[in-house]
T-cell receptor, first 111, second 116 residues
Framework: GDSVTQMEGPVTLSEEAFLTINCTYTATGYPSLFWYVQYPGEGLQLLLKATKADDKGSNKGFEATYRKETTSFHLEKGSVQVSDSAVYFCALRDSNYQLIWGAGTKLIIKP | DTGVSQNPRHKITKRGQNVTFRCDPISEHNRLYWYRQTLGQGPEFLTYFQNEAQLEKSRLLSDRFSAERPKGSFSTLEIQRTEQGDSAMYLC??????????????FGPGTRLTVL
């Protein structure tokens, strides 16, 4: 079945560092891909998405590019802030419109 | 507030008791989803409704779990004879799906269940 694998956390960075959180997927067909973020004490929020190969999703300085050849959707940000500390989830939407989730990566940004 | 709301936010119960959670979706959304999330894991799909019809249930949803969405608006998730393994965060999400188009799922803050 479809699955999503993302790098284990926690990832600890200093403020203004470059961020990459890896995400790879296994799926039949061409799923849509998503990054969700969960801030402490809050619900999951959609951060960005991409619906077809080579699409780049972007929001709040975060970017991810849908790479079909490597089945990847890595999340990047050029300069992180303390307020970016959260848990980040990579997910794909399968042909039944169901979301298949990675295990999440906790990001800790130190001032 | 027009987001997805869930009540209660926290529930502590003793093993063997029944619990019921409520989810109020965004008002115009026709799909409502229930997920379960345990510590260090992503959400696991439990079930979803299209309007009032329950269209799919995960194999994770044992006979002790039942969900309803009687008027196509709010939904309830009941767990009977709770077990310690039921301790988790229960998430509700809603979306609008129409004419083959899919809109993002909006999540509520979750109900954290602790079974003692």
């Amino acid at each position: 079945g479809d699955s999503v694998t993302q790098m284990e956390g926690p990832v600890t960075l200093s403020e203004e560092a470059f961020l990459t959180i890896n995400c790879t997927y296994t799926a039949t067909g061409y799923p849509s891909l998503f990054w969700y973020v969960q801030y402490p004490g809050e619900g999951l929020q959609l951060l960005l998405k991409a619906t077809k190969a080579d699409d780049k999703g972007s929001n709040k300085g975060f970017e991810a590019t849908y790479r079909k050849e490597t089945t990847s959707f890595h999340l990047e940000k050029g300069s992180v802030q303390v307020s970016d500390s959260a848990v980040y989830f990579c997910a794909l939407r399968d042909s039944n419109y169901q979301l298949i989730w990675g295990a999440g990566t906790k990001l800790i940004i130190k001032p | 507030d027009t987001g997805v709301s869930q009540n209660p936010r926290h529930k502590i119960t003793k093993r063997g008791q029944n619990v019921t959670f409520r989810c109020d979706p965004i008002s115009e959304h026709n799909r409502l989803y229930w997920y379960r999330q345990t510590l260090g894991q992503g959400p696991e799909f439990l079930t979803y409704f299209q309007n009032e019809a329950q269209l799919e249930k995960s194999r994770l949803l044992s006979d002790r779990f039942s969900a309803e969405r009687p008027k196509g608006s709010f939904s309830t998730l009941e767990i009977q004879r709770t077990e310690q393994g039921d301790s988790a965060m229960y998430l509700c999400a809603s979306s609008l799906v129409s004419s083959g188009r899919y809109n993002e799922q909006f999540f509520g803050p979750g109900t954290r269940l602790t079974v003692l």
